[in-house]
Each structure stands twice: as structure tokens, then as C-alpha cells.
């Protein structure tokens, strides 16, 4: 059992690096701020939980306490900045500024024009 | 924990990350992106302190990354406050 943890960090390690290379490409590839955004908030839970695991799984006390309390943080600011960003964006900027198939109060443009 | 040789690769490959997201802070096409990018090499400064804190099997370099996060908080509700507002505090 003990054996396999070297293992299980490095599946772990790697599967972070994996999420967080695909979030970095995301922020370059969508056109716009909300999307961008989008691809930018996946990174606390699947880029930096992984790794906090890895400490976890390591098994030492000092290590497991700084983890544990790190992670809840993570968690619960994340989203915050992450609304904060996205308001900031819509509170500035018209709305005619956001990119065609973003949706707006829950509808995509093209189908918003089309039913009025 | 980990095997040495993923660990290195995992220590070079983040460093990789963030100088590309830092030349994202540098090149965002507006203010609001660069926050967001902002943000985002602080959560790859993080990432590296984990990992260096498993590599040379050290405590305190969780004790950075905790205050890392504490103040990469802050300062992105203090900068989109002043995006939205022009004050932090209103």
C-alpha cells in the first residue's frame, strides 16, 4: 500500500501540469473576457487541489496542516476574484461589446435576434 | 512522495507556464485581462512553491504559498474595485 504512493503523486503531478497547460492555452484561445475567464478559473480546483494532495499524501503533520488550510482558502477566494473580474467587465463595458455567441442573460445573440 | 526526476520536469515545466503567463500579463489585449492574467501566475507561483516544497522537503515554502494566495486575493478585488469604481473603498 505504501509502495504505491510514489505512484500516485507522480500520476497526480502530471495530471495537474496536463490541467494547468490546457487552462494557460484557453486564456490564449478564447476570443473574449468572460471565456477567457472561464478557462482561467479551472485552474484552482484542477491545477492546484492535485498538488495539494501530493503534500497531503505525504503524511507529515506540518505539511498536512498547511495544505489543508491553504486548499479551503484557494477554494473559497477563487470564485469571488473570479465574479469580481466578470462584474468589473460587465459593469464597464456595453453589452453590445460582448463577442457574438457569449450568452446574454442566457441567451446567445443569434438566437435572441432571431425570436424578437 | 514523488519520484525525483517528475518532480524536476514538474519544477521546469512550471517555470515554462509561467514566464508564458507572464508575457500574458505584459501583452493582455486589455486591463481587465491582464488582471485576470495576473491572477493567474500567481496561481503558477503557487503551483512552484508546492512542488519546491516537496523537493527539498521544507514546510515554510507552504507558509509563502499561503500568504502568496492571501495577497493575490486582495489585490484582484482591489484592482477590479478600482476598474469598477475608481475607489477601493467606497
Known amino acids: 500500500m505504501s509502495g504505491l504512493v510514489p505512484w500516485v503523486s507522480d500520476v497526480l503531478i502530471l495530471g495537474a501540469l496536463l490541467m494547468l497547460t490546457i487552462a494557460l492555452y484557453g ?10 475567464l472561464h478557462a482561467a478559473s479551472k485552474t484552482a480546483v484542477f ?30 477566494t477563487t470564485p469571488v476574484a473570479a465574479h469580481s473580474i466578470a462584474r ?12 457574438r455567441w457569449t ?14 | 512522495m514523488p519520484h525525483a526526476i517528475v518532480l524536476s520536469i514538474a519544477i521546469i515545466w512550471m517555470a515554462i507556464l509561467l ?12 486591463l481587465l485581462e491582464q488582471i485576470l492574467a495576473f491572477d493567474m ?5 503557487l503551483g512552484g512553491l508546492l512542488l519546491l516544497a516537496l523537493a527539498r522537503d521544507s514546510s515554510f515554502d507552504l507558509d509563502a504559498g ?18 469598477r469604481k475608481g475607489t477601493i473603498f467606497s
Open chain 1, 47 to 76: 491545477g492546484i487541489a492535485p498538488l495539494l494532495l501530493v503534500i497531503v499524501l505525504t503524511g507529515d503533520a506540518a505539511f498536512i496542516s498547511r495544505a489543508l488550510l491553504m486548499g479551503v482558502f484557494i477554494i473559497l
Open chain 2, 19 to 30: 514566464a508564458i503567463s507572464l508575457i500574458l500579463v505584459i501583452a493582455g489585449p486589455s
Open chain 1, 88 to 99: 468589473a467587465a460587465f459593469e464597464t463595458e456595453p453589452p453590445e461589446h460582448i463577442e
Open chain 2, 66 to 83: 499561503l500568504m502568496l494566495a492571501l495577497f493575490s486575493f486582495g489585490g484582484t478585488m482591489a484592482a477590479t474595485r478600482y476598474y
Open chain 1, 27 to 36: 486564456v490564449f484561445r478564447m476570443p473574449d473576457i468572460y471565456t477567457r
Open chain 1, 103 to 116: 450568452p446574454v442573460d442566457g441567451m446567445p445573440r443569434e438566437f435572441e435576434s432571431r425570436d424578437s
Open chain 2, 41 to 45: 501566475a500567481t496561481m503558477m507561483i
